[in-house]
Each structure stands twice: as structure tokens, then as C-alpha cells.
């Protein structure tokens, strides 16, 4: 089993950037593919991007391709979505993810959640 906890999330302005963190807690944190997801109110979660458990492979949504990017630390047992030119409608809570076995694009694959950190973009 394991833990997640968000962090990173804020306030923005249009263009801007921030770097989330997913801090996982046990030793098995290697084994364990893990996604970036994000929901607005009232709408189902979207996937945002995913990465292997050694990162060698990665996976995007189109909206956010070659803006966002996700990466891992295993020695430190964190996973990264780093945010860059951000727009408005970016605005959500964003959500890591953790499964076992390949990456998925969809939020039932995983089994494992955090509790979101606030992202707003402002225009």
C-alpha cells in the first residue's frame, strides 16, 4: 500500500509556471506506476499525463503536451508534474495516482490517491 500527499499547487498568472509534488510513503514506491490527474467541479477526473515506474516511458493528455512535463524521483520517493505556460483553463485540483503495473490514462486503473492541491490560473 501507499500514501500520497500532494503539494506545489496556487495561484498563477496566465503564462506562468509551477511545479507539483507527489511525496509517496513505503519502500515500494519503484513498483508502482504513477499518473497526474485533474477535476473541476462538477466534471469527471482527467488525465493529465503518466509515467513508468522507472520513468523511462511517459504519457500526456493533448492539452497539456508539450507544456507539462512528469518525472520521478524513486530515491526520493516523488513523483513531479512540472507546469509551464499555464492558461486559464488549467484551473483545477490536481490529483497523483499511483497503480501497479504499466502507466494509464484512466483514473479507474489506479488504485492509489492523494487529496488534490488547488491549482488556479489567473487571465
Known amino acids: 500500500q501507499v500514501q500520497l500527499v500532494e503539494s506545489g499547487g496556487g495561484l498563477v498568472q496566465a503564462g506562468g509556471s509551477l511545479r507539483l509534488s507527489c511525496a509517496a510513503s513505503g519502500r515500494t514506491f519503484r513498483s508502482y506506476a504513477m499518473g497526474w490527474f485533474r477535476q473541476a467541479p462538477g466534471k469527471e477526473r482527467e488525465f493529465v499525463a503518466a509515467i513508468s515506474w522507472s520513468g523511462g516511458s511517459t504519457y500526456y493528455a493533448d492539452s497539456v503536451r508539450g507544456r507539462f512535463t512528469i518525472s520521478r524521483d524513486n530515491a526520493k520517493n516523488t513523483v513531479y508534474l512540472q507546469m509551464n505556460s499555464l492558461k486559464p483553463e488549467d484551473k483545477d485540483v490536481y490529483y497523483c495516482?499511483?497503480?501497479?503495473?504499466?502507466?494509464?490514462?484512466?483514473?479507474?486503473?489506479?488504485?492509489?490517491w492523494g487529496q488534490g492541491t488547488q491549482v488556479t490560473v489567473s487571465s
Open positions: 495516482a499511483a497503480r501497479t503495473g504499466l502507466p494509464g490514462k484512466t483514473a479507474y486503473e489506479y488504485d492509489y
